[in-house]
């Protein structure tokens, strides 16, 4: 198994306010926990800067504007309570698309059997029209977008463990029977949609976990709800949200994953991949803000990808 590390060079350029839980020393922490000689066999590249323009892909017209409308020439500006902008925020997303798009066509063109890009700012909470969540441009689906733009893909299925339900790729896709999105989420928790009766068009499977269950609830939400319906769907491409703050020591949640049960669900999706679509998987960092629960889980995350075994890594 060939794994790609996509890291993203200018990943500080995006500021937050100083006690802001989505800060740059994340990506600092998993480069740290991937630089271990466990990950010598990684292919590492650094991602490119991407078209901007491609959020128009899955945003609206007006949104581009937005964002540049809303960015300060200096220091910080305030989408909403919880959502920044800086003056250079648009090139650490522009680079995180780059980075997106760079695995994506490694993944599809062979030169690596999966992939894990790790970027910021996440984005599986930006919707159509308004960035929210420490989102500012969906870069997952972009990157679902552009493999049927570019590649032809006719089915993408989107899988989300981050703690908090994705709700602006589900308003992307939920009329998109071409797009499969999975999500496990507590709930409650922000931003509050997610529940089970939000199908779409039958494409959209929301798992509700409860505060301060376990992995062993994770395990039955996805043997019994997501992967069976993600066999059903049978994508050409699989796609990760891969959020680490369902990990029990993350502040915004509630959660109480360990990090060896993101190694667990990382091989059962493998195993969907391998049967459905030559292993094909994209995997893309958004949450994670305790920095020990961020290191840990995606260090397994990473270490499932690579061989579909942890071996001996740090909790």
Partial sequence: MTTLLVSQPDF???VTPPGHAERADRIVAVEEALARS??????RRNAPTGDLMLAELVHDARYLPLLRAARPAEGIGQLDPDTFISAR?????ATGIGGALMALDTVLLGQADNAFCAIRPPGHHAEIDRPMGFCL???????????????GAERIAIVDFDVHHGNGTQDIFKADPTVFYASSHQMPLYPGTGHPRETGVGNIVNVPLDANSDGAAMRDAYLTRVIPALIDFSPDLLLLSAGFDSHRLDPLAQLNWES?????????LMD???RCCGNRIVSLLEGGYDLKGLAGGASHHVAMLMDGAVGRLED
């Fill in 272 to 274: 969907v991949a391998e």
């Fill in 12 to 14: 500080a350029d995006h």
């Fill in 89 to 93: 925020s648009l090139d650490a997303v």
């Fill in 38 to 43: 466990r990950f010598d066999a990684l292919v």
């Fill in 260 to 268: 060896s049960d993101f190694s667990w669900l990382t091989g059962k």
């Fill in 137 to 151: 441009v969906n870069t997952v689906a972009i990157t679902a977008r552009e493999a049927q733009r570019k590649y």
